[in-house]
């Protein structure tokens, strides 16, 4: 009879440190648990953080201050009938003629366009910034739009260097703007 009963309390503890291992979350080889599952998201959402789209300036021309100057905008999805909210915010003396927002939805080939017009009291190169929200993820794109005779500068390659620590630092120039 004591036999049968240590039998039975090594079964009673062996269940109990199953039960107590699959409540902590812990897992056994070829089973997952849900803590595993939060953390495989977790590292799924870590890498890839904008809006899975791709803005291309199609045409622009060059204009004159005070003239109205259309750009047309590409927007390439990785799948068709993509719901994109576009907003179009610009540089100080660059003004948006058209609505500054924009509902579009991306076709059966993944591409939408849209032609926003803009214009500018002075000569100059000024940014229109395009926002692209696409199931909650935002993506920030930064079209230059050149006004009469001004001349987009290059800017800078920048420097690298290493931090006291060993860490690679890339050192870029500020962007200057004159208004």
Known sequence: ????????????LAFATIA????????????DSNADQVSSAKRQHAGKVTAPV???????????????????LRFKTDRPNVP????????????IVTASNAALVSGQD???????????AVD???H??????????????SIPVIVGNAKQVRKSAGKAMQTP?????????????TH
Do not use: W
């Not at 009879?1 to 009673?12: E, R, Y």
């Open 128 to 141: 229109l910034n395009v926002f692209v929200t696409v199931d909650d993820r935002t993506r920030a794109v």
């Open 124 to 126: 100059g190169v000024y």
């Open 165 to 177: 620590q060993g860490e690679s630092l890339m050192i870029l120039p500020a962007q200057e703007s």
């Open 110 to 120: 993944g591409v939408a366009t849209d032609t926003p017009n803009v214009r500018a």
């Open 84 to 95: 994109l909210r576009v907003e179009y915010r610009a540089d100080a003396g660059l003004f």
């Open 1 to 12: 009879m004591k036999n049968l009963t240590i039998v039975l309390s090594n079964g009673l």
């Open 54 to 72: 791709t803005v291309e300036l199609v045409s622009s021309d060059k204009t004159g201050k005070k003239a109205t100057l259309p750009l047309m």
């Open 20 to 31: 107590c291992s699959a409540q902590a979350g812990v897992t056994t080889p070829g089973h």
